[in-house]
């Protein structure tokens, strides 16, 4: 099992970006899909990006496409969520996750679970 630990997060005025890092450390970090999710207070928490094991697939929810961008360097054990034009309503702790050996990062069943990174976004 692979162990996540997220980083990045904090207080950003909106329209302001902020940077998430989700270190990995463990079985072949190359070999998991990355996914990052948010959970807002009273709400569920939900998929908003994801990149398959060979970074060849994307997923972005519709409320972060074209502000979000997720990456990953298998160099570093690393993927990223690149938070560009933040908007109050992206307000929600937001974790990273990993899925052995998944094709479609949307549909992949993420079984390792970072602790989670506060971002809070001020209007």
């Known amino acids: 099992q692979v162990q996540l630990v997220e980083s990045g997060g904090g207080l950003v005025q909106a329209g302001g970006s902020l940077r998430l890092s989700c270190a990995a450390s463990g079985r072949t970090f190359s070999s998991y899909a990355m996914g990052w999710f948010r959970q807002a207070p009273g709400k569920d928490r939900a998929i908003v990006a994801g990149i398959s094991w060979s970074g060849s697939k994307t997923y972005y929810a519709d409320s972060v496409k074209g502000r979000f961008t997720i990456s990953r360097d298998n160099s570093k054990n690393t993927v990223y969520l690149r938070m560009n034009t933040l908007k109050p309503d992206d307000t929600a702790v937001y974790y990273c996750?990993?899925?052995?050996?998944?094709?479609?990062?949307?549909?992949?069943?993420?079984?390792?679970w970072g602790q989670g990174t506060q971002v809070t976004v001020s209007s």
């Open positions: 996750a990993a899925a052995l050996w998944a094709a479609d990062p949307y549909s992949a069943e993420y079984g390792s």
